[in-house]
């Protein structure tokens, strides 16, 4: 069992997360069995109640944990399924520890940083090796080196490194940049950035160089010289087209022969087989034709949904186009506006989200796509959008909404779960992670995943209220798929439309580089027409 722990340095967002699942795809494509887990340093018990803007997205693994935006890159790159073990905060950390002491676990001891902390970390990071199941852990230590909170994270870190004498390496991403004005890219935050690390007592055994260009040979033999690092574990990580070359980049400069070399194992032993992988990004490649896809939405940030965007983007490349997307800002959407600013696309998605800002926009837009017969993707609220739109405009109930937004509305077509009703506390407490849904035959929704009982993940409170389902039905909106257990409506469709399409669910957590889902491929086929 080895354990592989990724720190970066000088900057935050260098792309530990990128360069973590793409080490453990070349070790997979090496026949290894493999799991990615993140350590975040903030307080925060989980990434649930942050805006955005602050984290990205939240992403919801199929045990109901709301983690990192970071496993869904494992997940896209690796095929594998994380849980709530692959990701853990400083606030979870905390927590496990206060509630063994309330319960007297310690049995009088004074409450530590060093060892209980630094001793509750360590048994998180070993966890998932203790399962038996993998050959390499690799462990990415959110933040950079340096900053306060990461400091028990270090601290376990090289408790481990003597702990497992040769089954542990370490892996530092840093920044070289460019100083434009001089002329000169500079390696001396690099250098001050391993001090930092060697400073807290751990010696990175690889680094990982992130540049905006190519650096010199000699350049690149400084750094192993000043930092105590062998020449040809100094991996240079430039900028690529699309991230899911990476992998590809980091095989050409050795890092994971670099890896097996440092855990005592003989890299010729094994093959590295991409084959898939190179047919993804040939297919990528060569797609001339173009569909533009507007994500009609309120968060002004790429990274708030990250994983509806690489959805559509694997979709699109599996259809032998490329995926032109653009965020359509929610709030700017009006009757008059609507027109200029969503026709010339050739579908749209309405987004998710919570609160009332933006959500008159996402009616607008949800009722300019139905009338004018535009392929339209609606997930979580944005299905519930599609909904109180129908409502209005279809069922003739003008003062139709959800009792998120209008606890006094008379026609509450969405509603509050009953299981939810009662709850204080906001973190955890929605319904998260997998749940069975069954299709209706011959729906759209059915014909497009090709089977009938199929499990996605969820993120919600509120529900199609099943009291208005008959009405809906009636009017032309199908209720096409529902939880065999409650029969909450999971699924509503417009059948006479070319592609009409709301979804309870979170579709974009379960695609990935190699099995695209098929609702996103369907509904991107569905574009074509619209495009050739």
Known sequence: MKYIFVTGGVVSSLGKGIISASLARLLQSRGYRVTIQKFDPYINIDPGTLNPYEHGECYVTIDGQETDLDLGHY?????????????????????????RERRGDYLGHTIQVIPHITDEIKRNMLALGRTGEFDFVITEIGGTVGDIESQPFVEAIRQLR??????????????VPFIKAAGELKTKPTQHSVAELQSKGVQPDILVLRAERDLPAALLAKVASFCNVDRECVVLSVDMPSIYEVPLGMQQQGLDTAVLRKCGMNPADTTAKLNDWLDFLHRREHATREVRIALVGKYDLQ?????????????????????????VNSEHITEERVADMLSAFDGVVICPGFGQRGIEGKLVAAR??????VPTLGICLGMQMMVIEYARNVLGLSDASSSEMDAQTPHNVIDMMADQK???QLGGTMRLGGYECELKPGSHAAKAYGELHIVERHRHRYEFNSQYRAAFEEAGMQCVGENPQTGLVEVVEVPSHRWYIGVQYHPEYSSTVLRPHPLFYDFVSALKASAE
């Open 422 to 424: 009662n709850l204080t």
């Open 303 to 327: 990274d708030a949904y990250k994983s509806i965007r690489e959805s559509l983007s694997h979709a699109a490349t599996y259809n032998d186009f490329r995926a032109r997307i653009e965020f």
């Open 75 to 99: 997940e896209r790159f690796t095929g594998i399924r994380t849980t709530r073990a692959n990701n853990i905060t400083t606030g979870r950390i905390y927590q496990n520890v206060i509630e």
């Open 368 to 373: 300019y796509c139905r009338e004018h017969d």
């Open 162 to 175: 003597w702990d497992l004498p040769g089954d542990t390496v370490c892996i530092h991403l840093t920044y």
